[in-house]
C-alpha cells in the first residue's frame, strides 16, 4: 500500500468514526436515558408479539370526518363514538367515547392497576363438569372500591383515594339503562386515584389489552355481541395490532372461548392472575347488550348491508359494511378466506347446510336439555337429504350441521362453504354474519319464536333472507321443499 493510499484510508476511518459519534449522539437526545422506577424493577413485562390485523376486502377506515349522523348506519355499526372526554391526565390517564346513537362509551386509560383480590367473583375457565350447579351470581364480578387505581398527578382532583369517575360522568356517559346489573360501570366506579410513584404491581403487561365483561357467555347470539364490541373498540381507540384480552369474570370455560382466542392476541382470566396487574394501555369494552345488533331488537333503524366498493364509490348514510367487515375478521381469525372467490368449486355444486339443535350441556345452570323449537326437525332434515340426491341439475350436498358437537372453526367453515343456510330460530343461525355476501338464508319459524335476530343479520349484511312462519312447531317437509327448490332455481339449478 503506497503513501496516498494509506492517507485515504485513515481520512476514511476518521470520517466513518465522527459519522458514528454524531449518530450516536443524535439517538440519545432523542431518547434520553430513563431512570427505573419501583414498580419497573419488580415487574415481569409481556413480550409477546402482537397478531397483526388481517387483510378485510370489506374494511373502511374507523376515523370518519365529519361524525356520521345520529341515525346513520356508521353511527350504529362503526365509529359512532364521536365525543372524546377526557375524564384524567398526569401520570396515569382516562379518557371515554361516547356514542349518542348508542348510548355507551369505549373508555381507555394508561397506568391502570388491577387488583385481582378486590374483585369478587369465582376464578373462572374451570372446566364445565366441576363446577355444575354454581350460581351466576357468583360468576359475575362485585368491584370493592380500589378494585381498579389509576396514577393521578398531585392536583387536588387526583388526590389518593378520590374517584376517577363521579356519578355525573357515569350517568352522562356510561349510563345504567334497562341492564339490571351493569358490571362494566361497577368496574369504572370502583376506580381510585393513588399518589404518583406509588403505582406498585406484581406485573406490568406493556401491550393494549381489552377488559371484557361477559353474562350470556354460553349463547352464540349474545357471545357475538361480545366479540362485535371487542372488535370494535379496538379499531375506535386505533390500535395498530390485535390486543391482549381479559375477562373480568368468573364464568367456566365454554366451547366459545376458542374464537376469542382466535380474535384476539391472548385471552386470560383477572382471577388467575396472582397479584395485582398494571395497565400501560387498557381499554374498556362495552357490553355486548350496547351494541346495535342486540339494540335492533328493540329500536327502529334502517340499515342495508352493502360492500364497501359501493360505499366508497356512493357514501349512504342507510347502508353498511360493517357487520360483512367483522364477518371477514371471524373467518381470517381462524386462517379462512376473506375474500369471495376463493372457494374454488364448479357452479353447478352447492352446500346446502342444516342447522340442527342438539341437547348439549351449556352452563352451570343448564339440564343439558334444549328446547325444540321444531318439533319434527328429523322428518324435515331426511326429506332434504332424499331431494337433494335427487337432483340432478346440480350437486347438492346436505350438510348436517351439529353445532353443538362442532368445533368454532368448523361451524365457521361450514358457514363460509354454504350456498343456502337453513334452520328453525335459534342462536346457531348468528353464524350467518361470517356468511359469503351471496349466500341464502331459510328461517323455519315457530309461533313461539317470532324473533327478528337472523331477519335483521341477513339485512345488515345484505343476504337474501326467506321464511317459513308457522302456525305451531310442525312443519310439512313438502313446504320445506318447495321453498328450497325456488331458492336454488335462483342459483340457476
Not at 366506579?189 to 371484557?212: A, D, H, N, Y
Not at 378466506?337 to 364448479?346: G, N
Amino acid at each position: 500500500m503506497n503513501r496516498r493510499q494509506r492517507a485515504l484510508l485513515i481520512r476514511s476511518i476518521v470520517f466513518l468514526s465522527v459519522v458514528n459519534s454524531l449518530s450516536l449522539a443524535f439517538y440519545f437526545f432523542l431518547h434520553p436515558p430513563t431512570h427505573p422506577t419501583p414498580e419497573t424493577l419488580n415487574s415481569s413485562v409481556t413480550t409477546t408479539s402482537l397478531k397483526p390485523w388481517p387483510f378485510l376486502p370489506s374494511f373502511l377506515p374507523w376515523n370518519p370526518s365529519p361524525k356520521p349522523p345520529l341515525r346513520s348506519c356508521e353511527a350504529y355499526f362503526g365509529n359512532g363514538f364521536s365525543r372524546r372526554i377526557e375524564a384524567h391526565g398526569g401520570g396515569g390517564w382516562f379518557r371515554c367515547f361516547y356514542s349518542a346513537t348508542l348510548r355507551s362509551s369505549i373508555c381507555e386509560g394508561g397506568r391502570l392497576r388491577m387488583d385481582p383480590s378486590k374483585i369478587k367473583m369465582s376464578v373462572g375457565g374451570e372446566g364445565l363438569k366441576s363446577v355444575m350447579g354454581r350460581r351466576e351470581e357468583e360468576e359475575l364480578p362485585e368491584f370493592e372500591s380500589g378494585s381498579f387505581e389509576v396514577e393521578g398527578d398531585g392536583s387536588n382532583g387526583s388526590r389518593a383515594g378520590g374517584r376517577v369517575l363521579d356519578e355525573e360522568f357515569l350517568d352522562r356517559y356510561v349510563p345504567q339503562g334497562a341492564i339490571h346489573f351493569h358490571t362494566m360501570r361497577g368496574l369504572m366506579e370502583s376506580m381510585r386515584f393513588v399518589e404518583p410513584g406509588k403505582l406498585q404491581c406484581s406485573q406490568w403487561i406493556e401491550e393494549p389489552t381489552i377488559l371484557v365483561t361477559r353474562f350470556e357467555y354460553a349463547n352464540l347470539f349474545h357471545t357475538v355481541t361480545d366479540w362485535y364490541s371487542a372488535y370494535v373498540s379496538s379499531r375506535v381507540t386505533d390500535l395498530p395490532n390485535r390486543p391482549h384480552l381479559i375477562f373480568v369474570d368468573g364464568h367456566c370455560k365454554a366451547p366459545l372461548e376458542e374464537t376469542w382466542e382466535a380474535l384476539f392476541t391472548s385471552v386470560r382470566y383477572a382471577k388467575h392472575f396472582t397479584g395485582s396487574v398494571c395497565f400501560r394501555h387498557a381499554i374498556l369494552s362495552p357490553l355486548g347488550y350496547e351494541t346495535a345488533m342486540f339494540k335492533g331488537l328493540s329500536e327502529s333503524f334502517i340499515c342495508q348491508g352493502t360492500t364497501a366498493n359501493n360505499l366508497k364509490a356512493s357514501p349512504e348514510n342507510h347502508k353498511t359494511a360493517r357487520l360483512s367487515e367483522f364477518g371477514e375478521m371471524l373467518r381470517a381469525a381462524f386462517g379462512f378466506p376473506t375474500d369471495e372467490i376463493s372457494l374454488k368449486r364448479p357452479s353447478t355444486v352447492h352446500n346446502v347446510l342444516f342447522v340442527r339443535r342438539e341437547d348439549y350441556l351449556a352452563h352451570p345452570r343448564h339440564g343439558g336439555k334444549l328446547e325444540p323449537r321444531l318439533s319434527n326437525e328429523p322428518e324435515v332434515f331426511t326429506a332434504i337429504q332424499n331431494w337433494a340426491a335427487n337432483h340432478t341439475k346440480c350437486s347438492l350436498n346436505v350438510v348436517n350441521g351439529l353445532f353443538a358437537h362442532m368445533s368454532m372453526k368448523e361451524q365457521i367453515l361450514a358457514i363460509y362453504e354454504a350456498s343456502v343456510v337453513i334452520g328453525a330460530h335459534g342462536a346457531g343461525l348468528t353464524h350467518l354474519v361470517s356468511a359469503r355476501s351471496k349466500t341464502i338464508a331459510l328461517e323455519i319459524i315457530s309461533s313461539q319464536y317470532q324473533r327478528p335476530h337472523f331477519s335483521l343479520i341477513s339485512q345488515w349484511r345484505g343476504l337474501e333472507y326467506h321464511a317459513i312462519n308457522l302456525a305451531g312447531s310442525y312443519v310439512r317437509p313438502e313446504m320445506v321443499i318447495d321453498e328450497l327448490s325456488s331458492i336454488v332455481r335462483s342459483l340457476g339449478c
